[in-house]
């Protein structure tokens, strides 16, 4: 069945339900930088409706991509993509240049308490990070924690960082908090979600949906599987890979998402 159009009801729907989406902006641009579609980024999203949002490569500033689109916003990507429907933003920088800076953010209709951005970078070739933020859901007990993040394309470095990503969550994360971890693994070889179920009980929505982690990359044409959402301590409800019209011609990566019940 194509991912695209694909849903799996794991269970049925119940209160304390969340809707996650996981996007690489491409700051902002098509694939090769050859458009910028930030605008209509901002109407997909908008329209995916979800509770939380986790967005990799999206940019905080850049002069030289200001002045040369008369379209480009005043405000950071993650405020403008964020508009009026996620009332709160968490943004964590990671990579710095003459030009501005971009990192991950995570945008939340419901309120961010508090928000912590942890350099995970390994050497001086890639600057990463893991964007920690606790959330606090209406008639759900516990604080719920987001963590966003963007992996190096390095074998090697990866590896390093997910065992970062593991010591983040059982130093920083109670163990029966719902916990959500979303973004670009850049695990082309599906090591991560192994090593994150033994070292939390972490599950990967589409690997327990479908039995394997999503394609996600090439947007137009999905082939390898980059992209995750991760879960703990909350029930599956059904995901989905956004990868045909308008999403294929909005960044080089799918978007994916998962709704979930606390």
């Keep these: 069945m194509d991912q695209a159009r694909s849903r799996l009801a794991i269970a049925d729907a119940a209160p304390g339900g969340v809707k996650l989406l996981t996007l690489n902006t491409h700051k902002g641009f098509t694939s090769f930088n050859r458009r910028f579609v930030l605008h ?9 409706a979800a509770d939380i949002v986790f967005l990799q490569e999206v940019l905080g500033s850049h002069d030289t991509h200001a002045a040369a689109h008369s379209n480009w916003p005043a405000e950071p990507q993650y405020q403008f993509l964020a508009g009026s429907i996620w009332g709160s933003v968490a943004y964590g920088r990671n990579a710095v240049y003459s030009e501005g800076h971009h990192g991950n953010a995570v945008l939340s209709k419901f309120p961010i308490v508090h928000f912590e951005n942890h350099d995970i970078s390994v050497g001086r070739s890639e600057e990463r990070g893991l964007l920690h933020c ?3 859901l209406p008639n759900v007990v516990a604080e719920v924690h987001a963590i966003c993040t963007h992996l190096a394309l390095h074998e090697a470095e ?7 990503l593991c010591d983040l969550v059982e130093q920083r994360v109670p163990p029966t908090a719902p916990l959500f971890i979303a973004g670009d693994f850049n695990d082309w070889r599906n090591q991560a979600h192994a090593v ?19 394609r996600s990359f090439p947007a137009q044409l999905p082939l390898l599987r980059l992209d995750r959402i991760y879960f703990r301590n909350a029930q599956l409800l ?4 956004l990868s045909s019209r308008p999403w294929s011609r909005l960044s080089d990566h799918a978007a994916l998402t998962a709704e979930l019940s606390l």
């Excluded at 990866?158 to 970062?164: A, D, F, K, M």
């Design 158 to 164: 990866r590896r390093q960082q997910v065992r970062r």
């Design 238 to 241: 059904r995901t989905a890979v």
């Design 134 to 136: 606790v959330i606090k």
């Design 40 to 48: 209509e980024l901002r109407e997909a999203v908008h329209a995916a």
């Design 196 to 214: 994150l179920r033994r070292c939390g009980g972490i599950a990967e929505a589409f690997e327990q949906a479908q039995g394997r982690v999503a």
